[in-house]
């Protein structure tokens, strides 16, 4: 019986938003708050934030890498324009870069990193966040 009411509510509710692992993160990012996809298996970084046409203000997807080095990105099937930010094994920035829609360039940070943060483009400058700047809230591994 209850199973029978799944699409009827899926329906009243509309579209859901799958996300990368698992529950959303709360980060902090200077003064901003931001809620954060987190993609730390390989599969979920791979697939990162390709085909969506939209993302909603102060949201964006933290990526974890396995290894502390220099790590790349690029935009395959990815159409929004992006920033990411580049942290270290704190959470402390050392790179921001511009990534444009749909682009295959292969874009990577000058320092190494752990994690990254991919935001809407111009999300970094917009609230003045500056290298050296720490990324709160990054789940401890």
Known sequence: ????????????????????????LELQ?????????YARSPDARERGLMTRTEMPADHGMLFRFDDFRR?????????????AAFMDEQGRIVDVIDLEP??????CSQE???????MNQGWFEQHQIELGEQVRGIPGE
């Open 1 to 24: 019986m209850r199973t029978a009411l799944l699409p009827f509510l899926l329906a009243l509710i509309g579209p859901t938003v799958v996300h990368a692992d698992g529950p959303l």
């Open 102 to 107: 749909l682009d295959k360039t292969i874009r």
């Open 71 to 83: 790590h790349c990105l690029w935009m395959k099937n990815t159409p929004l324009p992006l920033s």
């Open 29 to 37: 990012v200077g003064d901003a708050s931001v809620e954060a996809e």
């Open 112 to 118: 190494p990193a752990r994690y990254a943060l991919e």
